[in-house]
């Protein structure tokens, strides 16, 4: 672990477009005016490769808490 951190740290990483997987295969949510709703989803990258990215969404009424994700899973 050390040894990717160092690399990271000097500019050595992957831009592979590689393929990332979720646990579910689609979000979808019914609400009312004013109600709030929290749930989550997680991220797969390929297996022993550390992954980093965003998420965001186009409608202006969906807030994202957590805007960002890294991990080996």
Known sequence: MRQVIEEILN????FDS?????????????????ETVE???TVYGPE???????????DLRMECITNGFGGSQ
């Open 11 to 14: 500019g050595k990483f992957n």
């Open 48 to 58: 022993g490769r550390m992954t980093e990215g965003y998420v965001v969404s186009s």
């Open 39 to 41: 749930d989550f989803f």
């Open 18 to 34: 590689g393929s990332l997987d979720f646990s579910c295969p689609r979000i979808e949510l019914s609400l009312h005016a004013d």
